[in-house]
């Protein structure tokens, strides 16, 4: 999966900062998104960052950016509003069309779900919106402004705090507010609504979703998220919304669900815990299955295959990596660690032993092959989080302890054998003399 950094200009010429989030190689990019985040949140916040990547991984590529003043991007916050982000996610969604493909899906988290909710009725390639614990209106938001309310109309301006950091804003916002106070724009929606919202949502009730939803006119639909908090902060609920969302969303963007129509052909019967790998047409496409997933696997053109999915190398890799990351995950909320967010790049390479220089044992020197070359794996792990110097030490030392390290490291044995159980005679070995004692000289 790869993303790809996608600088843009707002209606003002401030420089907004983009990140477009690609579906996996094998893994053909269907349809476009957008992803408009909460209110004085950014582009990385984790529901905005795991959804995404989600998404991506299912073939829809998403876009998340930073609203002006916010994050990465340039601007002064206190000179926005809530119609100066809707006029953002207008240019993002420009830019997306001008350098890929116009988003065919809004998708909004909170305040940004109020924003998309405005923006679609200027994008005429959306054809889905999604909200997520989203106010009906902006005017929601108003409550935040009451302590400063006499201040704001006195100079002007005014600092208020959301959640734990503090941000100025000028009455200019909360005017703005006022030209956004009916929910008449949602009737006039014309696209497929899709609502996602917990009843336990402390920060937006879940009133706001019965009122978009009654403002909507069908095709709507309404997803309840049970106990899930506003921001989403439980991974399982993030996956949630993705799986969810895609399922609703094959219906009214046309989503391809099978796998014959990406190039997996079609699925053989796998039985729980196997794998099973078949032949595709070309001469190194092969289609992977699990009991529940399915994935293509090729060699780069310039080996002879079609690049159309990763080679086994990089499946390697993707399994010790994959691996590593989850390893590291559990420790860190078994530990209660201060971890926002864990990144494992890997390479492999075959170097001479003699390069090895200190890194290499004696065990290892004397695992080279013939030509004196040794496998080698470099893993490099970030750590995003307000973690101690020895907390990342330990962390890196965990990385080892993750079950398929520990198997590629212990010489596993690997038996083969031919379906059906029988082996055919060897011809050589039939063919030669019988003898009498201890078996051959070779």
Known sequence: ??????????????????????????????????????????????????????????????????????????????????????????????ALEADHVAPALLIGHSLGGAAVLAAAHELPSVEAVVTIASPATPKHVEHLFSGVRGELEDTGEAEVKVGQRRFRIRRQFLDDLEHHADAEHIRRLKRALLIFHSPADEIVPIEEAAKIYRAALHPKSFISLCDADHLLTNREDAEYVAETLVAWASRYLNLRQHAEEAGLGTAPAVGKGQVVVTEREGRF???????????????????????????????????????????????AE???????????????????????????????????????????????????????????RRILAIADRCPVHRTMTSTPVIRSRLAGGAVPPDPDASAAPATSGGGSDS
């Open 334 to 392: 078994h530990k209660g660690l201060p971890l926002d967010d864990v990144e494992v790049r890997l390479t492999h390479d075959r170097i001479h032993v003699d390069d090895c220089e200190a890194d290499c044992d004696e065990a290892t020197r004397a695992a080279a092959d013939k030509q004196g070359r040794i496998e080698v794996i470099d893993r490099v792990i970030e750590l995003t989080g307000d973690l101690t110097p020895e907390q990342r």
């Open 285 to 331: 496409l092969r289609g992977l299955y699990t009991e529940h997933h399915q994935l293509l696997a090729d060699e780069p053109k310039g080996a002879g295959g079609t690049d159309l999915g990763p080679s086994p190398y990089d499946l390697l890799l993707m399994a010790l990596g994959a691996c590593t990351s989850m390893t590291i995950r559990m420790y």
């Open 1 to 94: 999966m790869a993303r790809i950094k996608l600088d843009f200009q707002n209606a003002q010429g401030d420089k907004l900062s983009g990140l477009l989030e690609t579906p996996p190689a094998g893994v053909p990019t269907q349809k476009h998104a957008l992803f408009a985040h909460c209110f004085t949140c950014g582009k990385d916040i984790a529901a905005a960052s795991r959804i995404s990547r989600a998404l991506a991984a299912r073939g829809i590529a998403v876009l998340r950016f930073d609203f002006t003043g916010l994050g990465n991007s340039d601007g002064d916050f206190a000179n926005t509003s809530f119609s100066s982000n809707v006029q953002d996610l207008v240019a993002a969604a420009r």
